[in-house]
């Protein structure tokens, strides 16, 4: 009975000070850095397109406001698209990193159509890539983030042809 008190006053005490400290980090936490986010997708594309001696590829905004779109669905399984017909994306849930990871592990079934992702990001004829992420709920407050980018020009216009495109590493192809 004595410690009810004390258990309470600490308690109190440990919320009071979460409560004054939380704000002000979630707050830096949740800030957007558009130039961050780009160069960050710029980074992760362009280093893939360097080990292969491609040219790096150029942000577009157009593509990146398509991107957006389709990650605000929510929707990984069956997207509504945003461009044209033709449109070359890439879709994949958590970190930038993670989804960049998935897909150019696709590589190693070049050149089957599980190696679409990675075929976009290391097409000779991509010249542009915008992106695009969403914080999605599942159920409940279980969030994860949707990261979409988009190529320019489409894959799909020059997948007939696609070994001419895409430059796979000698090891690849043993």
Known sequence: MQFKPLLAFISLSQLLSL???????????RQFDPDSFKNKWLELHNN?????????????GNLAWKAQQVATQCN?????????NGASF????YTKEQAFAEWTATSGSF?????IP????VANSAQKV??????????????????????DPPLSDYYTNAGDNVRVPSLALS
């Open 19 to 29: 409560a004054s400290a939380a704000p002000a980090a979630e707050l830096e936490a």
């Open 76 to 84: 990984v399984d069956n997207p509504q698209l945003w461009g044209d």
């Open 118 to 121: 990675w075929q976009r990001i």
């Open 111 to 115: 050149p089957d159509d599980r190696s």
């Open 130 to 151: 915008g992106c695009g992420e969403a914080t999605c709920v599942l159920e409940g407050d279980m969030a994860y983030t949707v990261n979409v980018c988009y190529y």
């Open 48 to 60: 893939e397109r360097t080990t292969r001696q491609l040219d790096s590829l150029e942000w577009d």
């Open 90 to 93: 890439n879709i994949a849930r």
